[in-house]
C-alpha cells in the first residue's frame, strides 16, 4: 500500500480539497505531467481531508527541470473551448472564480484582476493602489494587441514550492487548475523561485512564446501579488504598488 499524504482542515474546507481533488484529475488525464495519486476526499462533523499518494521529493537537476518545461508545454497544448473551469476553486486560501466565459480580457478584468483589487478595498487597501488598479483595468487590452491566448488547461499555482522531482521525472501538485492563457503559468514561475533557466529554454523551445510576452508577465504576476497582499497582509503592498507603477509608464 502507498504512503499517504493527508491534509486536513475544517468541514468548511472540503469544497476546497475536492476542487483539489478534481484539479488534480484533470491535470492527469491531460497525460503530460506527473501528479500525485487522490485517494480519498471526505468529510464529517468535525473536519473535512484528502488523501494523496505521498510522495518521496529529490532536488531537482538540470534534466528534471528541463523536463518540466518541456512537459508543462504539452500541458498547455491541452486546450478547452473558453476561459475558466467547470466549477471555482481556491488560490492559497482565497476564493478562486472560474465562471467561464469567451473573452480573455473580460474573464482576466473581472475573475482575476478585478476580483483581488475589491477583496483588497474590503481589506482596507484603498487610495491609490484602487485609482491605479481601475487605470490599469480599463488599459488592458493594451498588452493584448496582436496576441489573442488559447483557452490552455494551466496548473494556476505554479510556484517553486508545488513542483519537485520524484523518481527523477518532476511531478506538480497542489493546482489552481483552470484554462487560461499559458503565458500566466509562466509568469508565476518567475514570481517566487525554484525554476532554472534550462526549464525556460526548453520550454522555448517547446513551443515558443509570442512577442509582448514580458510585458504580459507583469500583468499576470500582478494577480498574485494581490493575492498576497489580501492573503499575508502590507507586505506585499509596495511590490502590488511597483508592478502597477511599471505597467502603467509602459
Known amino acids: 500500500m502507498s504512503e499517504v ?3 486536513t482542515g475544517p468541514p468548511s474546507a472540503y469544497e476546497m480539497f475536492a476542487a483539489e481533488a478534481e484539479g488534480l484529475a484533470e491535470l492527469q488525464a491531460a497525460g503530460a505531467l506527473r501528479v500525485p495519486a487522490v485517494l480519498d476526499v471526505g468529510v464529517d462533523d468535525r473536519s473535512a481531508w484528502i488523501e494523496l499518494e505521498k510522495l518521496n521529493l529529490a532536488p531537482a537537476t ?3 527541470r528541463q523536463a518540466l518545461g518541456e512537459r508543462l508545454a504539452e500541458l498547455h497544448r491541452t486546450t478547452g473551448d473558453r476561459f475558466g473551469w467547470h466549477r471555482d476553486n481556491t ?4 476564493p478562486q ?12 478584468r473581472e475573475h482575476r484582476l478585478g476580483f483581488q483589487f475589491r477583496l483588497a478595498a ?5 487610495g491609490r493602489l484602487q485609482v491605479r488598479g481601475e487605470q490599469l483595468m480599463r488599459r488592458l487590452p493594451v498588452w493584448f494587441e496582436g496576441y ?7 496548473h494556476g499555482d505554479l510556484w517553486g514550492g508545488n513542483w519537485g522531482s520524484c523518481g527523477g521525472e518532476p511531478v506538480v501538485f497542489d493546482p489552481a487548475v483552470y484554462y487560461g492563457d499559458r503565458e500566466s503559468d509562466l509568469a508565476m514561475t ?3 523561485g525554484g525554476f532554472g533557466q534550462s526549464f525556460y529554454d526548453a520550454y522555448e523551445s517547446a513551443w515558443p512564446l509570442s512577442p509582448g510576452h514580458r510585458e504580459r508577465c507583469d500583468v499576470y504576476q500582478l494577480y498574485h501579488v494581490l493575492n498576497h497582499l489580501n492573503l499575508f497582509g502590507s507586505g506585499y503592498l509596495g511590490r502590488a504598488q511597483e508592478l502597477l507603477e511599471r505597467l502603467l509608464r509602459g
Open 5 to 7: 499524504f493527508r491534509k
Open 97 to 108: 472564480i472560474n465562471t467561464r466565459s469567451d473573452d480573455w480580457i473580460a474573464f482576466l
Open 62 to 64: 538540470d534534466a528534471t
Open 122 to 126: 474590503d481589506n482596507g487597501y484603498g
Open 190 to 192: 518567475r514570481l517566487f
Open 148 to 154: 489573442e491566448p488559447r483557452a490552455s488547461l494551466l
Open 91 to 94: 488560490i492559497g486560501l482565497t
